[in-house]
C-alpha cells in the first residue's frame, strides 16, 4: 500500500494539480470574457495553442523560457485588444449577438489552426522542460517543473482574484459585467473594459500553453483538444465565475487523472464530462453565480 501510495497515486495527484492550475488559467479567460462580454469565445483553445506556438518560435532562436514566460503574455495582450476591437465589437450590439460571436470565434479557431499548420507542420513538437529532475518529500518523487508550475500558476490565479475582487479596476470590470448602461452613465469606460477584459482573458490562454508546452507536445490542434476540458470547468463551476473555475477544475481534473490509474484512459473524459451534464441536470446554475452576481 505504501509503495502504491508513492509511486503510482501521489504522482498521479501531482500530475492532475499541474494540469488543473494550467486549465483553470485558460477557465479563467474564458469566465472573465462570458461573465462581462456575455460571448462564448470559441476560439479560446487556439489563443492557448497560439501562446505555445509563440513560445516555441521565440524559444528556438534561442529567447529563454523564462524571458518567454513573461514575453508571451504581453505578446498576446494587444492580439487580444486588436481581436475584440476589430472583430468582436462589430457584431456584439447584432440582435442574433451570441450566435453571430459564436459562430465568428468558431471560424477564427479554424483560421488559427491551419495557420499553426502552414506555419509549423501537422507534426508535434516537444519543448524541453527549462527545470529537470524530481525532488523526494517523504519518500515520494516529485518533477520539479510540475511543482514550478503548481506554484506560479497558482500565484497567477490569486493575483487574477485579487484584481476583479479588490482594486478599483475589479470593481470598474464586475460593475461593467452587471450593468453596462450603469455603469457607462457612472463614466466607466466600457468599450476599453471589454477590449482590455478580453485581452486579458487570452494573454492567461497564452500564459498557460507556455507552462504547459515542455509537458505535453505542440500540434497544431492542441487547442481544439484542450478548449473541451476547459469548458466543461467553466459550466460546472458556473458560467462566469471565478471561484467556481478555480473549484471545478481542480476537482475535474482530479477525477479525470484518478480514474486513469482504474481505467482505461480513453473513458476519463467522458466520465468528466458526465459530471458535467449530472451537475446540469440536478443544479442548472452549477456551482456559483455570474462575475458582476458575486
Known amino acids: 500500500m505504501v509503495d502504491y501510495l508513492q509511486f503510482v497515486l501521489a504522482p498521479q495527484v501531482i500530475t492532475g494539480l499541474a494540469l488543473g492550475v494550467a486549465v483553470i488559467l485558460v477557465a479563467l479567460g474564458l469566465t472573465i470574457i462570458f461573465g462581462l462580454l456575455d460571448v462564448i469565445n470559441m476560439s479560446h483553445g487556439e489563443f492557448y495553442a497560439l501562446g505555445a506556438f509563440i513560445a516555441f518560435g521565440l524559444g528556438s532562436v534561442g529567447l529563454p523560457f523564462w524571458v518567454l514566460l513573461v514575453l508571451v503574455p504581453l505578446i498576446m495582450l494587444p492580439i487580444g485588444y486588436i481581436i475584440e476591437r476589430g472583430l468582436i465589437q462589430r457584431v456584439f450590439h447584432s440582435h442574433e449577438r451570441h450566435v453571430t460571436t459564436l459562430l465568428l470565434t468558431f471560424g477564427l479557431g479554424l483560421v488559427l489552426e491551419d495557420a499553426f499548420r502552414l506555419a509549423f507542420g501537422p507534426n508535434p513538437h516537444k519543448p524541453e522542460a527549462p527545470i529537470q ?47 453596462r448602461h450603469m455603469a457607462a452613465s457612472l463614466g466607466v469606460p466600457v468599450q476599453r473594459v471589454y477590449a482590455g477584459a478580453f485581452a486579458f482573458g487570452v494573454a492567461l490562454a497564452g500564459l498557460a500553453g507556455v507552462l504547459l508546452a515542455p509537458i505535453y507536445s505542440i500540434f497544431p490542434t492542441m487547442g481544439r483538444d484542450f478548449i473541451l476540458l476547459a469548458f466543461t470547468v467553466v459550466i460546472v463551476g458556473g458560467m462566469g465565475s471565478i471561484a467556481g473555475a478555480v473549484i471545478a477544475g481542480l476537482f475535474l481534473t482530479q477525477v479525470q487523472a484518478i480514474s486513469s490509474l482504474y481505467i482505461s484512459p480513453v473513458w476519463a473524459d467522458p466520465i468528466v464530462f458526465g459530471i458535467m451534464v449530472a451537475m446540469l441536470m440536478v443544479r442548472p446554475q452549477c456551482l456559483f453565480g455570474r462575475l458582476g452576481h458575486g
Open 133 to 179: 529532475g524530481a525532488i523526494e518529500v517523504i519518500g515520494i518523487y516529485l518533477p520539479l517543473y510540475r511543482l514550478f508550475l503548481i506554484g506560479i500558476g497558482s500565484l497567477v490565479i490569486v493575483g487574477v482574484a485579487l484584481v476583479i475582487y479588490r482594486t478599483r479596476l475589479g470593481a470598474m470590470v464586475r460593475a461593467a459585467a452587471f450593468d
